[in-house]
């Protein structure tokens, strides 16, 4: 037997106001776009704000269903749009937000697992990383200059 260790690294702001006036333009787009969510069941509120290559931003935020699997997170609508309308663009950065209807979230809030896979394919497919900025409502902003920090181990199409 041997044993591995997996580390990663973040950077992190204390606010929007250190951010790169770049970034701070899109998580204020991320913040907008949050508050047009879709969360009726849990109230759980996310804005996603994606940078592409072309210059382009393309915005999304969660879209609940009384079925749940058949909802979507923020991540996911602003990269799955990103991919229909602009199939040839790169991703280069994606600024996330999120907050609560019930309760003050001031701990920045990583993509989930699906999000985190789906991140990953783009990453993939064009073959440079993504920069993910991530917060709650406030306080701190996370930086992951890849999606490989949040999902070091990831599949994708060589396993298949």
Do not use: H, W
């Amino acid at each position: 037997m041997k044993k591995i260790t997996i580390s990663t690294e973040f950077n992190v702001f204390e606010s929007l106001d250190q951010l790169p006036e770049e970034i701070k333009i899109l998580m204020e787009e991320a913040i907008a776009i949050r508050k047009k969510a879709y969360a009726p069941y849990s109230k759980f509120r996310v804005g996603a704000a994606i940078l592409l290559d072309n210059g382009k931003t393309v915005l999304g935020s969660n879209q609940e269903n009384a079925a749940y699997p058949s909802g979507l997170c923020a991540e996911r609508v602003a990269i799955f749009q990103a991919g229909a309308i602009y199939p040839e663009a790169k991703i280069l950065k994606l600024a996330i937000s999120a907050t609560s209807d019930a309760k003050p979230v001031t701990s920045p809030i990583p993509p989930c697992g699906s999000c985190r896979q789906s991140i990953a394919e783009y990453e993939f497919k064009q073959n440079t990383p993504i920069e993910i900025y991530f917060m709650g409502e406030s306080g701190e902003i996370y930086k992951s200059d890849s999606l490989t920090n949040l999902l070091p181990l990831v599949f994708d199409k060589n396993f298949l």
